[in-house]
Structures are given as C-alpha cells and as structure tokens.
C-alpha cells in the first residue's frame, strides 16, 4: 500500500526556516519522481519544487523549482530513508499554505495528507 506522509509544518515568522519531510511507504521513492505542492485558502494547488527519480540521474536527482520559490527552497531526497524533503528558507507570508508531497512528475498519482505552513508575525 503506497502511503505518503508529511511532516515538519507549523508556525514560522516571516524570514525563517522550516524543513518539511515526505516519509514514503509501499514502493521505492528512489525509483520515482517526486513533488511537493503547495494549496493557500482560496486559491488552487500549485507545484512548488520536484526532483527527478534518483535512479536517472548519479546524484540524488535533477531538481526543479517554481519560480516563486527558486533560491529560497531546496527539495532532496534520502534514499536509504525512503524520504524526500523540502528546506524552505527566507519564507515570506505569501509562502502560507497546505503542503503536499505527491509521486510523479507531471501527473502524481499518490498524495500525503498535507501539512501546514503558516508564515506570520
């Protein structure tokens, strides 16, 4: 059974940093492309960072960001842990939503149940 959990969510002060982690279960993540995205109230659910299956490439996975988030975030993957994270720095209030870690590149076909980030004063 696939499962994708998140964690590392909470309460940041605009400029801070949080990391947030993808804890996979039921297949390899190494063998897959991975994603995070991201939902604010109101708004529809964007793709925020993604990397490539580590199998593909020598070292870990070639990534790609969202524009909003280039040079503040970074997504990485833990083979051995079966884990894929997201280090998020600088963050802005606009950084503000539900965030989703998901298999696959273009079309995920698994999601976690999200975790929240809120970035306020």
């Known amino acids: 059974q696939v499962q994708l959990v998140e964690s590392g969510g909470g309460l940041v002060l605009p400029g801070g940093s949080l990391t947030l982690s993808c804890a996979a279960s039921?297949?390899?993540?190494?063998?897959?492309?991975m994603s995070w995205y991201r939902q604010a109230p109101g708004k529809e659910r964007e793709l925020v960072a993604r990397?490539?299956?580590?199998?593909?490439?020598?070292?870990?996975?070639?990534?790609n960001y969202a524009d909003s988030v280039k040079g503040r975030f970074t997504i990485s993957r833990d083979n051995a842990k079966n884990t894929v994270y997201l280090q998020m720095n600088s963050l802005k209030p606009d950084d503000t939503a539900v965030y989703y870690c998901?298999?696959?590149?273009?079309?995920?076909?698994?999601w976690g149940q999200g975790t929240q980030v809120t970035v306020s004063s």
């Open positions: 998901a298999r696959g590149w273009s079309y995920p076909d698994y």
């Open positions: 039921g297949f390899t993540s190494g063998r897959y492309a």
């Open positions: 990397i490539t299956a580590a199998l593909q490439i020598t070292t870990g996975g070639h990534p």
